[in-house]
């Protein structure tokens, strides 16, 4: 039995800068940008205390 994935897309407004730091890396690394985004969301910590 497969699990159906639910995926939503987002929209990310990034400054010049930024967007230069994300390219530069996925050039090095050959990996996507959508890729290294999601891995760096998953990186977040589940429980926040506020």
Known sequence: MSKKLTVKQI???????????LEMYCNQTGRAKTDV??????KLPDDQEN
């Open 37 to 42: 985004i999601r891995d760096l969301i998953r």
């Open 11 to 21: 929209s990310l407004n990034l400054a010049l800068d930024e967007v230069k730091r």
